[in-house]
T-cell receptor, first 116, second 110 residues
């Protein structure tokens, strides 16, 4: 398996523009997580899905952020409009929850977002 | 999820054992202890987890005290590539979300 795939790896955009980050989880996993990491705030959970349904979005900063998971193999995190304070590394992770699984999360390589 | 406390940084000599402590005094009976690490510029990587028994795998050993209020991650023979931030997390299995704290920055020195 190729692991969790994220695209793009780097994104530079101007304030006010729409940004869409993409994630392909590991095949067979039923949970997907979006995290944001900055020096100031560390690694924060934004939202997570179980069986394509959003379970907890309490970490989503504000209405400018939205996430979707239309099917088990794809998720997007959208920021519209983007602001300089959104600059961070965004990680996607997936896991299998259920039964005796240990629920370890597998992280993607991240998308480094810079909003000018 | 129970809160964890870790030292902000530690050093270790290459080839020696690295012992990383974690306090989780408010852990509940059904919460597991998970350890992840994050090497610079990469996503976090799962290391090991346990409930109350000591655990060992190819990467590390996890020692959990009898009262489960603290644990220690042991890297038996640290290498320079083990330099990373190590996160201790406690959560219920199948609970989904994990809360990452500040972790311990381990620096392995030659």
């Amino acid at each position: 398996d190729a692991g969790v795939i994220q695209s793009p790896r780097h994104e530079v955009t101007e304030m006010g523009q729409e940004v869409t980050l993409r994630c392909k989880p590991i095949s067979g996993h039923n949970s997907l997580f979006w995290y944001r990491q900055t020096m100031m705030r560390g690694l924060e959970l934004l939202i997570y899905f179980n069986n394509n349904v959003p379970i907890d979005d309490s970490g989503m900063p504000e209405d400018r952020f939205s996430a979707k998971m239309p099917n088990a193999s794809f998720s997007t995190l959208k920021i519209q409009p983007s602001e300089p304070r959104d600059s961070a590394v965004y990680f996607c992770a997936s896991s299998f929850q259920g039964g005796l699984a240990n629920n370890e999360q597998f992280f993607g390589p991240g998308t480094r977002l810079t909003v000018l | 999820d129970a809160k964890t406390t870790q030292p902000p940084s530690m050093d270790c000599a290459e080839g020696r054992a690295a012992n990383l402590p974690c306090n989780h005094s408010t852990i509940s009976g059904n919460e597991y202890v998970y350890w992840y690490r994050q090497i610079h510029s990469q996503g976090p990587q799962y290391i090991i987890h346990g409930l109350k028994n000591n655990e060992t795998n190819e990467m590390a050993s996890l020692i959990i005290t009898e009262d489960r209020k603290s644990s220690t991650l042991i890297l038996p023979h640290a290498t320079l590539r083990d330099t990373a931030v190590y996160y201790c997390i406690v959560r219920v299995a199948n609970a989904g979300k994990s809360t990452f704290g500040d972790g311990t920055t381990l620096t392995v020195k030659p």
